[in-house]
């Protein structure tokens, strides 16, 4: 297969008002890791986010964090309201777990690809048609539920390709951010967007808990089909072109990947930091259905107290975002490491019959450290990636981290039905600890960090 974007485009579509704009320049370091040969960045070209010197004054950046927002808060509803209908559909773990499963292979599968298109596709067109496909998708799920049709069928058949637009969707979202704010502003921004997507965070799961008990988790999941919407239409407003570099030759889908998995293997600090990240992403991948199971079967509260400590996880991501964007962590590999262990005691003690308040309290300090966790990693994998293969690194990152999750996601099923959550949740904190000390031993994770000038 082959293709070669064109620089223009019809003045008559939305997503192509303009030329391409022209990429930074960007050396990439050594096989000594980032702090032996800093990052160069050529001044940004004229026309990208970077010539406004603050994001306030950057347009485009608040359309996309508007409607991200809303979708943001969409998504904290489904992703507590779908596991209660399973849960309540089947009464069965391993249920949950297959859902997961469903949820996270498409990264597997497509998330190499999806990176190759990113960086040959307008990024803004791959972000709105996704939207546009989650929202029909999503809407199946209450509409069965309200005619009464075999809705555990139609949550089966709907979530891996609901899925598979998730990927494609950020694959496109996460390699368009430096050409949205400029690679000056990328840490901040990225703050910005985790603080303002934590929000929703907040109060969906505490609404998703309160209105899964009165009307019922089917309807309470059509808030996200309207969400979905809503950031599609929210796009449709972003003037900046956010396609990647015009190619002057034809090149083929695979020699894309292959350049993007080549370029991951050869950076010592990448790899770490990538490899880090996907050990504590399948650890957790099943972590929120092992809370639901502990809370509603185990322990036998209701859903309002899943929502509560859903909501307190938010809360604490929120916080932790904002301090991110304002320190702007440069030692990422020291910061990771801590946020590692430090959740893994945090799951230790909340199996442990914890009373709700504490379960509270746990999960706002595990959404702080978790957030500092990801602002980190995610400034860190951006700045050590040049502009053509934005969209390559990322979905490999995400192969291996999110790819790799329905193993963790199937393996908490069955524990969940083997041992309880009490137990499921115990192994998890007990893995996460060994993890982060076993990960603390290795020079290029204690190390990693993000170049001075980059930092600033």
């Known amino acids: 297969m082959t293709t070669t974007p064109a620089p223009g485009g019809d003045p008559a579509d939305p997503f192509a008002r303009d030329a391409a704009p022209a990429p930074h320049a960007l050396v990439a370091p050594g096989p000594g890791g980032a702090e032996e040969e800093p990052l160069h960045l050529a ?77 040959r596709w307008d990024r803004r067109r791959m972000m ?38 998730r990927v494609l969707w950020i694959a496109a979202y996460t390699a368009a951010v430096p050409g949205l704010v400029g690679r000056s502003l990328i840490a901040r921004a990225n703050a910005v967007f985790e603080a303002v997507f934590n929000v929703g965070w907040v109060v969906g799961p505490a609404l998703a808990g309160f209105l899964s008990g009165t009307i019922g988790p089917g309807p309470t999941i059509a808030i996200d089909a309207v969400s979905f919407a809503i950031s599609a239409g929210a796009l449709l407003l972003v003037r900046r072109p956010l396609r990647p570099e015009a190619r002057t030759e034809p090149t083929h889908l695979v020699a894309d990947i292959r350049e993007g998995v080549a370029y991951v293997a050869r950076q010592p600090t990448l790899r770490a930091a990538i490899a880090l990240w996907t050990t504590t992403s399948v650890l957790y991948a099943g972590l929120t259905s092992g809370l639901i199971f502990y809370i ?110 329905p193993v963790g996601a199937l393996a908490a099923g069955a524990l969940l039905d083997a041992i309880g959550g009490m137990g499921t949740l115990t192994l998890m904190g007990g893995a996460s600890i060994g993890a982060g000390l076993g990960f603390a031993l290795l020079p290029d994770v204690r190390r990693a960090r993000i170049p001075r000038r980059a930092a600033s």
């Not at 950046?61 to 991200?68: A, R, T």
């Not at 929202?135 to 009464?148: D, E, F």
């Open 296 to 405: 509603t079967i185990d322990r036998g509260l209701g859903t309002d107290v899943v929502g509560l400590v859903l909501s307190a996880y938010a809360v604490g991501s929120l916080g932790g975002s904002l301090v991110a964007a304002r320190m702007a962590f440069r030692v990422v590999g020291r910061v990771m490491l801590v946020g590692t262990v430090g959740t893994g005691i945090i799951l230790v003690i909340v199996a442990r019959d914890a009373p709700e308040p504490l379960l509270a309290g746990a999960a706002l300090v595990a959404g702080v450290l978790n957030a500092n966790v990801l602002v980190s990693y995610l400034t860190l994998r951006t700045q050590l990636s040049p502009d053509a293969l934005l969209g390559r690194v990322g979905a490999t990152a995400r192969t291996l981290s999110v790819g790799l999750m």
């Open 128 to 165: 709105f048609l996704a939207d546009l496909g989650r929202t029909a998708l999503t809407a199946l799920i209450p509409l069965s539920v309200a005619l009464g049709g075999p809705t555990l069928a139609v949550i089966f058949l709907v979530t891996l390709p609901l899925n598979v637009l």
């Open 43 to 119: 001044p940004a070209a004229a026309g990208t986010a970077a010539d406004g010197a603050s994001l306030r004054r950057n347009r485009d950046f608040w359309v996309v964090l508007v409607g991200q927002g809303i979708s943001s808060f969409g998504d904290a509803i489904t992703n507590t309201a779908l596991p209660i209908l399973v849960l309540a559909l089947t009464g069965s773990g391993l249920a949950m777990g297959i859902v997961g499963v469903l949820s996270t292979l498409p990264d597997l599968v497509v998330g190499l690809p999806a990176g190759a298109y990113a960086d």
